[in-house]
């Protein structure tokens, strides 16, 4: 299962300071059971748990940065000792997923029946791998329109979706990025999007590239842009593997709580006196 993986997910596509792969587990042990998560945390391991299954195939890495103790009275110690313990193996695919064709992007750009797809940010030795992915839309929708769209068709979430730009804006061309995705706002603009849709935008950086003239944002839940990729591994893993594959549902988005501001776009952008 873990060379399967790792073929699909090549380690070597990783970014330097990721930790991806085989974290816990014999590799030689036989998987049955498969749990795909998007984030290795208490209530996704009780998930495991309960369902019996032999592996966790997770997408955020648990043990990303050094530790000098796996102790159980750390989060992640805690986690470690109850995978082991309960002979739960535990594998990684992080930005070697992101970069891999098909990958997390792919299955993001699906929930939207983008066309015509390629990499935002290619890698230089394989132009057909790389960072997200630019797509047409079947129809052309005003980014009003495409808001709602990414509101219906992405897992629910407290955080939903948010907008940057002119509601009334026609795109044609889109841009997603799974994860974490504001270092590509300037390949966007590159790309010719029309509109950009990725998590975790900041507000300087995504009022500059405004500024510029930049694609418009659509700044989603960094759990919600990622989930979709967990359904890609889980039919990959049916089709060609005598395995049972199960998708956490759970959503693990910190955020939990979401009060709409009773301000209008008009009375927002008045000066204040």
């Not at 407290?158 to 009334?168: F, H, I, N, S, Y």
């Not at 603009?189 to 405004?210: F, I, K, Q, V």
């Not at 759990?223 to 759970?250: F, I, M």
Request: proline residues 7%.
């Amino acid at each position: 299962m873990v060379a399967a993986l790792e073929a699909r997910y090549r380690p070597a596509w990783a970014e330097q300071w990721d930790r991806v792969g085989l974290v816990l587990g014999d590799p030689a042990a036989v998987v049955r059971r498969v749990l795909c998560v998007v984030d290795v945390v208490d209530e996704t391991v009780d998930e495991a748990f309960a369902a019996g299954a032999d592996l966790i195939v997770a997408h955020h890495p648990l043990m990303l940065k050094g530790v000098s103790s796996v102790a159980p009275t750390t989060f992640k110690g805690r986690i470690v000792h109850r995978l082991i313990k309960g002979d739960i193996a535990l594998f990684t695919a992080h930005t070697n997923a992101d970069t891999a064709n098909p990958g997390v992007s792919d299955a993001l750009a699906a929930r939207f029946g983008l066309r015509e797809l390629r990499p935002l940010s290619p890698r230089p030795d394989d132009p057909a791998l790389g960072i997200g992915r630019v797509g047409t839309l079947p129809a052309p929708l005003t980014l009003a329109e495409l808001t709602a769209l990414a509101a219906r068709e992405l897992p629910p979430t407290t955080w939903g979706v948010r907008a940057a730009g002119d509601p009334e804006r026609i795109i044609r061309t889109l841009a997603v990025c799974g994860g974490s995705g504001d270092s590509y706002l300037g390949a966007a603009t590159a790309a010719g999007a029309d509109a950009y849709l990725t998590a975790d935008l900041r507000h300087h950086l995504a009022g500059e590239h405004l500024a510029g003239g930049g694609p418009a944002l659509l700044d989603a839940a960094h759990w919600a842009t990622e989930r979709p990729w967990c359904d890609d591994v889980a039919a990959w893993l049916r089709a060609g593997h005598p395995v049972e594959v199960l998708v956490s549902d759970l959503d693990t988005d910190p955020w939990t709580l979401h009060a709409a501001s009773p301000l209008s776009t008009e009375q927002k952008k008045e000066p204040s006196s």
